[in-house]
């Protein structure tokens, strides 16, 4: 299996500030790497796909980037509405991983 | 717009099989260009990808849970099913149904989710 391993687990944040997540891959996945947000009691939703392409409807304060083993997830200027577990998934192997999840939190 | 809406039993008794369906509307199953897959949630826990099937009843599944694992399709409702046997308390999760999308790599739409807890 591919290990999707992130960090930090929790962070702490105020509106307004811009964060970045990190995503690191057990091998190299080139850039199968996708994005997503989970707010409680909901699905996840799709962020990010390829590493570094919005998906439809995502404002543009979201941003991808990396390639190979190591990815961020940068928002900026966070809103109210970003706060939420941030999870990044692996497609280069067909046994499917995510990440452990991290927990985006209002200071 | 798509959509996939899972159902089935939210209550299963230790050792028994827990079965679920999800119905999808705003494309076909049969379209191509997808994959269909399950994945869950354990209560406070991460993501954990069960398994996917094409329209053509192909299937992938998880090692892990290859063993107890069915998934079926049905192209004439447009659904797609889960059967997990043998199920003990470590099952219990939220099941999610969702679309992957081949060409680019993510899952694009997801159900809601439902939770099944296995209890006796």
């Known amino acids: 299996d591919i290990q999707m391993t992130q960090s930090p687990a929790s962070l702490s944040a105020s509106v307004g500030d811009s964060v970045t997540i990190a995503c690191r891959a057990s091998?190299?996945?080139?850039?199968?790497l996708n994005w997503y947000q989970q707010k409680p009691g909901k699905a996840p939703k799709l962020l990010i796909y390829?590493?570094?392409t919005l998906q439809s409807g995502v404002p543009s304060r979201f941003g991808g980037g990396g390639s190979g083993t190591d990815f961020t997830l940068t928002i900026s200027s966070l809103q109210p509405d970003d706060f939420a577990t941030y999870y990044c998934?692996?497609?280069?192997?067909?046994?499917?991983?995510f990440g452990q999840g991290t927990k985006l939190e209002i200071k | 717009q798509v959509q996939l809406q899972e159902s089935g039993p939210g209550l299963v008794k230790p050792s028994q099989t827990l079965s679920l369906t999800c119905t999808v509307s705003?494309?076909?199953?049969?379209?191509?260009?997808?994959?269909w897959s399950w994945i869950r949630q354990n209560p406070g826990k991460g993501l954990e990808w069960i398994g996917y099937?094409?329209?053509?009843?192909?299937?992938t599944y998880n090692p892990s849970l290859r063993s107890r694992l069915t998934i079926s399709v049905d192209t004439s409702k447009n659904q797609f099913s889960l059967n997990l046997t043998s199920v003990t308390a470590a099952d219990t999760a939220v099941y999610y149904c969702?679309?992957?999308?081949?060409?680019?790599?993510?899952?694009?739409?997801w159900g809601q989710g439902t939770l099944v807890t296995v209890s006796s």
């Open positions: 998934q692996q497609s280069y192997s067909t046994l499917y991983t």
């Open positions: 969702a679309r992957y999308t081949m060409s680019s790599g993510p899952f694009d739409y």
């Open positions: 705003g494309d076909s199953i049969s379209s191509g260009g997808h994959h």
């Open positions: 091998q190299s996945i080139s850039t199968y």
């Open positions: 099937i094409f329209y053509t009843g192909s299937t």
């Open positions: 390829t590493a570094s």
